[in-house]
């Protein structure tokens, strides 16, 4: 499997690859496009004590015989805020999970224009981004089915049906649109409720969650605010021609 795919499908990601120093990405703080950089932090887990300490703590690293937790940090380049990310697992086998615990619960944005009913279930989904990414993909999901509602697009047999007659009538720009194309051919998140029904256990990489809920806020800003955009420069153009009509009518 190219390397690519193996970061979005199966193998556990961890969060120095998508917030470490050095590397681009979407902030979790202010959802702006930044670069990540380094930041030092202070010794996480105080002191243990004792004379025969229950656990060993060695830099960001706490461990015992046979587990191990430790903690990464980074801030964004353009907010500095900061971005804190923990990894637990078998002492000798390695990391075994990893989740962002800083920022918590976080909301991304959405435009005003967005139907309440889409935006709440966004918002909802985005505060699970990094912490829970299968949840996160589950309410990402619903997201886009409220916004396939609202935008009239008939009831098929499954979303994928849904999304294939949406992509067909509408006229997204080239990258959405095939955005969208790969939502739809992405098995995981396609049968996602399907699957938490039957109780299956699935893997959704924290990149697969985060460009899930991207692709969304192209929609808003493609189906939402941009349609309102347009229709106030047509407005105010048109209150100026008549406005000049006038003005050479009474001259
Ligand atoms: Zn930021």
Redesign the pocket.
Known sequence: MPVEEQKFFGRMMDFEEIYGADIAGK?P??D?D?RFISASMPSPFPSMGGSSPPATFYGQRIFTEVQSVSLGASQ?F??K?LIVWLKSGDRNQGPLTSMRIWPIGKERSVPELVPPAVAQVYKRSSRLLDFDNGACAAFARTCLEKLLDDQKVKKGPNLATRITTFLESHKLPGELHLNLDKLREMGNFIHLNESFVTGDVLEISPEEAGWALDILADLFEELYVRPKEQQERRLAFDAKQIETTRNIAGS
Do not use: F
């Open positions: 902030c703080h202010c702006r930044t964004c353009l907010c805020g």
